[in-house]
């Protein structure tokens, strides 16, 4: 039999050169200069893990924070995808009017006089909020995109009487569709276009961030 000759290994500085040429170096390490020169390591473990700078733009890092809110989403199994819309011209006031309808629908209301006109019940529902801009932003502004825990259906003249009242008669347009699960397998797309600002309270506890814009979290694969 004839010797095959020895298979050639390349050195670490030709493979870190092949992948700077083939654009695939972001697959393995965050390319941020400060994350660069940065390592963590677990005192009980020894691990060391690479710094990240943990921006959506980030090719490295951009991916694995979508996965990661993908995880969040279909781990709460929310049940209801709300929209409401001309939610404000700026995001201030976008968020002031999403949190007094939150609060008014956790609230609900016993009705005004004898015959309790008006009265709401409660739902106490927890929530995932998204911004996002109108195409025409000078007219309509803001609108929110919501999923939703806590309740499998909400009458939608109730969710109408809350916006409008949050936003104080501006706005009286609300869309509400139930997200199907089928087997485990999660809400198939959830678009947001636009993010600004996203308030998670799903759980016991409540997380605040951002959300890349123009991001679509996949929850087909959790």
């Not at 200069?33 to 940065?38: G, I, V």
Request: glycine share 10%.
């Amino acid at each position: 039999m004839k010797r095959l000759d020895r298979v050639y290994t390349p050195t670490i500085e030709e493979r870190v050169e092949w992948h700077l040429e083939d654009g695939t170096d972001t697959l393995y390490a965050c390319p941020d200069a400060w994350a660069l020169r940065h390592r963590f390591i677990n005192r009980e473990t020894g691990e060391v893990r690479c710094a990240r700078c943990d921006r959506w733009t980030c090719l490295y890092c951009g991916p694995r924070k979508v996965d990661m809110w993908r995880q969040v989403i279909a781990e709460a199994e929310p049940t209801l995808h709300i929209v409401l819309t001309k939610a404000g011209n700026t995001m201030e006031e976008a968020a002031r009017a999403l949190t007094t309808w939150v609060q008014a629908l956790r609230r609900g209301s016993k009705g005004r006089g004898r015959g309790r006109v008006g009265a709401r019940p409660a739902f106490h529902i927890e929530y995932l909020g998204v911004s996002e801009e109108h195409k025409n932003f000078e007219e309509n502004g803001f609108h929110w995109h919501l999923l939703v825990k806590g309740a499998d259906f909400i009458p939608h003249e109730h969710l109408v009487a809350c916006w409008k009242s949050a936003t104080k008669g501006r706005a009286s347009v609300v869309w509400v569709s139930a997200i199907l699960y089928s087997k485990g397998v999660g809400l198939g797309c959830f678009l947001s276009g636009g993010i600004c600002y996203a308030s998670v309270s799903f759980g016991s506890g409540r997380v605040c961030g951002g959300l890349r814009r123009g991001s679509c979290i996949d929850l087909s694969g959790a």
